[in-house]
T-cell receptor
Framework: DTAVSQTPKYLVTQMGNDKSIKCEQN?????MYWYKQDSKKFLKIMFS???????INETVPNRFSPKSPDKAHLNLHINSLELGDSAVYFC?????????????FGPGTRLTVL | GDSVTQMEGPVTLSEEAFLTINCTYT??????LFWYVQYPGEGLQLLLK?????DKGSNKGFEATYRKETTSFHLEKGSVQVSDSAVYFC??????????FGGGTRLMVKP
């Protein structure tokens, strides 16, 4: 079983469209994250959720809206897509206590905005 | 704020060569330090970590020692293999269990 899964793996869309990326984890972790990796492989945190509540929003435009329907899912909805949104988006999770040191990453979703 | 600086790649080595990827950090206090690896087309995987000064993390023949005096966490391996070709990320853990990553270093190992 895949610990952290994302769908879709690839997403190609036009500017101005609205799209969603889904993330699911079966690790029982309380904390989930979204990261953005640009074309130069630079990784930046976007959001952090703990127990379905938003903990951190790292100055991400409000066109990006994460939603956590339950502890196992953290979806990312993006409105009015722009060219600069093209990137690979990674979901990650972390457990509690000493386990919080390690984050587990999904395989990524490559978003291309045309 | 906290930051991580890695040597720019790509680093190209022949099989069985010695590897060093430099990583330095700027942070308040003594954060946990990590190396993550990203194989082509995959997500990041934890390679090793160190949680306090002078700790040495090790895994799969890779090692890194937490040096607070030089604020460094350099990654080393004595003999690289083609299968080690990947992008390597140094990271530190800051408040809220957030990771701050370096820019990544691509390693290419040739047979």
């Amino acid at each position: 079983d895949t610990a952290v899964s994302q769908t879709p793996k690839y997403l190609v869309t036009q500017m101005g469209n609205d799209k969603s990326i889904k993330c699911e984890q079966n690790l029982g972790h309380d904390t989930m994250y979204w990261y953005k990796q640009d074309s130069k492989k630079f990784l930046k945190i976007m959001f952090s959720y703990n127990n379905k509540e938003l903990i951190i929003n790292e100055t991400v435009p409000n066109r990006f809206s994460p939603k956590s329907p339950d502890k196992a899912h953290l979806n990312l909805h993006i409105n009015s897509l722009e060219l600069g949104d093209s990137a690979v988006y990674f979901c990650a999770t972390a457990g509690e206590g000493t386990l919080t040191d390690t984050q587990y990453f999904g395989p990524g979703t490559r978003l291309t905005v045309l | 704020g906290d930051s991580v600086t890695q040597m720019e790649g790509p680093v190209t080595l022949s099989e069985e060569a010695f590897l060093t990827i430099n990583c330095t950090y700027t942070a308040t206090g003594y954060p946990s330090l990590f190396w993550y690896v990203q194989y082509p087309g995959e997500g990041l995987q934890l390679l090793l970590k160190a949680t306090k000064a002078d700790d040495k993390g090790s895994n799969k023949g890779f090692e890194a020692t937490y040096r607070k005096e030089t604020t460094s966490f350099h990654l080393e391996k004595g003999s690289v293999q083609v299968s080690d070709s990947a992008v390597y990320f140094c990271a530190l853990r800051r408040a809220g269990n957030m990771l701050t990553f370096g820019g990544g270093t691509r390693l290419m190992v040739k047979p």
